[in-house]
């Protein structure tokens, strides 16, 4: 059991996930998103790991990273090309120096001179401590013990709304399978994409997308998937900490082949057993858990999450902190801060550095004070250690709020000198506390509403119409071919999975629904359907022995450089579904 003196542990948990941008334009969406979650995002934060560990306090949070996003990390035209965009960023910021020199703006000249030199200190650790490998820096980190590192669903594929089963098996084994070739162990976190969380169930296709209606049949919950694949635990939202009540469980601690536990098997209710659910406990998952692995799930805290998360009261729009939107054309550096909630850019006053970093001390202090506050008034049943877990997306810290990683930097700091909190990792704190019983969970998301409305509404179901007809042919295409020893048809089928992957990713749903970038989504949407039903139709051609065009040809030639993410990809998992639902 974990250390009884302290209130309690802090899990933090950021999640890491650009979509697939390397040879799909560049700005304002494409490549370029992926450099700057890497400069504004990746980079600061393995700086903060480093720093801490540096000191000899151990940053021990737990890191997501997209099987997509790591592909794209590890892509000889992303090591390449990011070096030139920080050069280019250094350079552009230089040049905003002599400009505010003519112009005797002393401030922003000082200002610029900060951004060149930010940019030059990123390329040189870049090019030189990671050897333009910053999954290497992970590596080290996680192998240090100073942090964990955990996966996602491929693509970030929404499961929930996948008609095929097999098309969820295949996201969540490739990315066991990239996290094992890039990261060089087993992940044991996987990060539900969105959140977004799917019981065993009787399934028909949604009635919003054409199709088939009436048509039912029984599919598994998405922690049996997990579970076949050997994986602990993932997240959950609060709203979704519902449905039956807990019931008690007895683990049995052999034969765990790698994962924390053993089987699990219902117990009766020991004295004292509390079935209520506690948002600050960990919970094993299902309906049907005495029949796989079992699987754990985190729940998002609530309090802690408003302080950063809320529009209203959130840290990040404090007037002291970089602004995001207003940019100096045509590098897109910033000069000015928050200032106010007007919205109106005209009235943004210039950045105060030292003054924003002083809010971010105050703000770590705080958040700080909010955990504190909610582990001293968490029950501690069974033994256990109460947890405040506190998921993010990553690219909050450092991109979209340019303090966050400094933010960061003091609340760890902190966490680690005060003796009444344990920060830990995730995989650290369920084995220091294996939960007491099982819940089962409803359907949802951490979207509006708790449900699937930002994936799958009127602007979006013709895309879930294109992504249905490109799975039932993906799995019809491995039935028929997905035995062949012929290595250029494999290659063929190969590339279609990809495209289907590519297609499956739940950004682009998102960004039409947001109007972030609803033509840019649009338009991969349908031109991955588009170069998966061609690429599909190759491999059939091939494989009747038809002839090839030379334009043919050039299209897979194509095609495969362009989309070269999952080189491992394995077509027979489109072929057979591991332990189907009965």
């Not at 997509?68 to 030139?84: C, H, I, P, S, Y």
């Not at 998952?285 to 796989?292: I, R, S, T, Y």
């Not at 879930?464 to 071919?481: P, Q, S």
Request: overall charge negative; some cysteine; glycine content about 8%.
């Amino acid at each position: 059991m974990s250390d009884t003196s302290s209130l309690g542990s802090f899990c933090l948990v950021l999640h890491g996930h650009v979509p697939y941008g390397l040879g799909h334009g560049t700005w304002p969406h494409g490549s370029e998103m992926v450099y700057e979650a890497a400069a504004d995002t990746y980079m600061p934060l393995l700086a903060v790991a480093e720093e801490l560990a540096g000191e000899g306090l151990s940053p021990k949070f737990t890191m997501s990273l997209s099987p997509v996003t790591m592909e794209q990390l590890a892509d000889d035209r992303f090591k390449e090309w990011f070096a030139g965009y920080l050069e280019f960023k250094a350079n552009s910021a230089d040049e905003n120096y002599k400009e505010f020199e003519w112009r005797q703006e002393g401030h922003l000249q000082h200002l610029a001179y900060l951004w060149r030199e930010h940019y030059r200190r990123l390329l040189d650790k870049f090019n030189n401590q990671y050897e333009r490998d910053l999954l290497r820096g992970f590596r080290e980190l996680q192998d240090a013990g100073h942090i964990e590192v955990m996966t996602s669903a491929a693509t970030h594929g929404y499961l929930p709304l996948l008609r095929e089963e097999v098309s969820i098996q295949a996201q969540v084994k490739q990315a066991a399978q990239t996290y094992e070739r890039l990261m060089g162990r087993r992940a044991r976190g996987f990060w539900l994409p969105e959140c977004a969380y799917r019981p065993p169930c009787i399934w028909g296709q949604p009635p919003e997308v054409e199709g088939p209606q009436g048509e039912t049949w029984p599919r598994k919950g998405l922690e049996e998937f997990l579970a076949e694949n050997g994986f602990d635990y993932f997240f959950t939202d609060t709203h979704m900490l519902s449905g039956g009540q807990a019931l008690p469980v007895e683990i049995r601690w052999e034969d765990t082949l790698g994962k924390l536990w053993g089987k699990i098997q219902r117990i009766r209710e020991p004295a004292g057993f509390d079935n209520s659910k506690n948002p600050h406990l960990a919970y094993f998952v299902g309906a049907h858990f005495e029949d796989h692995p079992p699987v754990a799930v985190f729940t998002r805290d609530p309090y802690s999450s408003q302080q950063v998360w809320s529009a209203a009261h959130g840290y990040p729009g404090d007037a002291w902190y970089l602004d995001f939107h207003k940019r100096h054309l045509p590098a897109r550096h910033r000069y000015w801060r928050v200032t106010d909630d007007s919205g109106d850019l005209a009235r943004k006053e210039m950045y105060d550095p030292e003054r924003a970093q002083e809010r971010a001390r105050e703000h770590a202090g705080h958040f700080l004070w909010c955990v504190k506050e909610t582990l001293k008034h968490s029950p501690r049943p069974m033994g256990r250690q109460p947890v405040v877990c506190a998921p993010f997306d990553a690219e909050l810290f450092g991109h979209w709020w340019y303090e966050g990683p400094d933010f960061l930097k003091h609340t760890l700091r902190w966490m680690h000198q005060d003796p009444e909190i344990t920060p830990m990792t995730c995989r650290e704190y369920l084995a220091a506390n294996p939960p007491f019983s099982a819940v089962t969970l409803p359907e949802g998301s951490w979207g509006l509403g708790g449900g699937h409305y930002v994936w799958l509404n009127p602007d979006t179901a013709w895309s879930w119409r294109r992504i249905y007809d490109a799975e039932r042919d993906m799995a019809a295409l491995a039935r028929e071919w997905g035995a062949t020893q012929d290595e250029t048809l494999r290659q063929l089928i190969r590339q279609a999975a990809r495209e289907l992957m590519l297609l499956q990713a739940s950004d682009w749903q998102f960004l039409i629904t947001t109007w972030s970038a609803r033509d840019y989504a649009e338009h991969r949407v349908h031109s991955h359907h588009s170069d998966f039903k061609r690429v599909a139709e190759l491999a059939r051609r091939y494989g009747r022995h038809e002839w090839l065009s030379d334009d043919d040809w050039a299209f897979f030639g194509g095609l495969r450089d362009r989309d070269r993410l999952f080189p491992d990809v394995d077509v027979n998992w489109y072929r057979v579904l591991d332990h189907p639902a009965t």
